[in-house]
Nanobody, 114 residues
């Protein structure tokens, strides 16, 4: 029943880096994987996504600082986060986007201190 699992969150100072990972069931490797985040007191927002063909998109506020990628196994997606800012703080989720439904992980916390 748990099909995606996030890891790599933690506590960092502004300007630092973290790499998040999303490991998922093999059959999900043929679908787009997205990263969302939910800052405290705000709605969940799309951060980045990567298609099965490798096309990537980024929210404007993270463009140039975050990089999404798939590893060779095709069942892990990473989100490399550099030059972190306080406003990047939030609970980060990965999601697999299918035609009929979405599958969510349970989230990993990222906290960026000033």
């Amino acid at each position: 029943q748990v099909q995606l699992v996030e890891s790599g969150g933690g506590l960092v100072q502004a300007g630092g880096s973290l790499q998040l990972s999303c490991a998922f069931s093999a059959f999900l490797s043929q679908y787009t994987i997205a990263w969302y985040r939910q800052p405290p007191g705000y709605k969940r927002e799309l951060v980045s996504q990567i298609t099965v063909s490798g096309r990537t998109t980024y929210a404007d506020v993270v463009k140039g600082r975050f990089t999404i990628s798939r590893d060779a196994s095709k069942n892990v997606v990473h989100l490399q986060m550099d030059d972190l800012k306080s406003e990047d703080t939030g609970l980060y989720y990965c999601k697999a986007i299918l035609a009929s439904t979405d599958y969510w992980g349970r989230g990993t916390q990222v906290t960026v201190t000033s």
